[in-house]
């Protein structure tokens, strides 16, 4: 009898350590197989670099660069959308791998690891194409809106008399809610993005202008954390490969109409 209930416990034991034997393989294997990822955070409502379409997808053109930059690396690429005045704590979490959207590195050089300036790009003014309002000056008493923690808002800050000269200085959550705004005429004029702003006239058919005086001139590039350098040095590379290649003037010729990129050149 002793040796029957031997048996049976012996066997017991040698079919629990198979079955955690046979889930560890499987475990570590599932891991093996799982591909890295490159999770890219990007303002949803800043058309043309990164927004969602009619059909729910979130597209742009930073979004078609970073995708193709993941598939080289050998990264599956996640687009993220974040809260914009809440990029650096996604940042520093690690909840996204980088900031790439239209991400101005002036005025930021030393917060990121950044890449090499891949577009230019101006700060500029916005109002009714009926407006009274045809320079700079004219802005003196009105109220002017930009983005919460953007480059439109550094640009102002940066120009204290400008400011001053406001009758009201406005923060909105995205570009997309100042422009209804001016549209309703709520306010009076808009600072953001060029490229942003005549994406969004011609697309939308708003009757907008634009005024000949810019803010200020930037550039844009990827922003990573500080310590990220050996992602942020991969991605550059794959850039540059990109730009040699034809792929970035195609994907902006596909977005612009023409090749606004700056890499090699």
């Keep these: 009898m002793k040796k029957i209930l031997s048996a049976v416990l012996c066997a017991a034991m040698l079919m629990t350590c198979f079955t955690a034997c046979s889930k560890e393989d499987k475990k570590e294997g599932s891991s093996a197989s799982d591909k890295k990822q490159l999770v890219v955070g ?35 690429f996640v687009a993220q959308p974040i809260n914009w005045d809440l990029k650096d704590s996604e940042l520093n979490s690690g909840n996204i791998d980088c900031i790439w959207n239209g991400f101005t590195i ?3 050089e030393d ?9 230019e790009n101006d700060q500029v003014v916005v109002v009714d194409a009926s407006s009274d309002i045809n320079t700079l000056d004219d802005l003196e008493g009105m109220t002017v809106a930009v983005q919460k923690d953007s480059s439109g808002l550094a640009a102002v800050n940066d120009n204290e008399e400008l400011k001053n000269s406001f009758g009201e200085l406005l923060e909105e959550d995205n570009y997309l809610n100042a422009m209804m705004e001016l549209e309703s005429g709520a306010i009076d004029a808009v600072i953001m993005d060029e490229i942003v702003a005549r994406y969004q006239i011609q697309s939308s058919g708003k ?18 954390a500080l310590e ?6 991969d991605v550059q590379k794959v850039l540059e490969e990109m730009a040699a290649d034809g792929t970035m003037a195609e994907l902006s010729n596909k977005w612009f109409g023409k090749d606004v990129t700056i890499i090699g050149k």
């Design 207 to 224: 009757n907008f202008k634009i005024l000949d005086q810019t803010v200020a001139s930037e550039t844009y590039g990827v922003g990573f």
């Design 106 to 108: 002036s005025g930021r």
């Design 42 to 76: 990007f303002d949803a409502d800043f058309p043309p670099m990164g927004f969602k379409d009619d059909n729910g997808e979130y597209v742009g053109f930073d979004l078609d660069l970073a995708k193709e930059a993941a598939k080289r690396l050998d990264l599956e």
């Design 111 to 119: 917060k990121y690891a950044w890449t090499d300036a891949y577009m």
């Design 228 to 233: 990220n350098t050996a992602l942020r040095d």
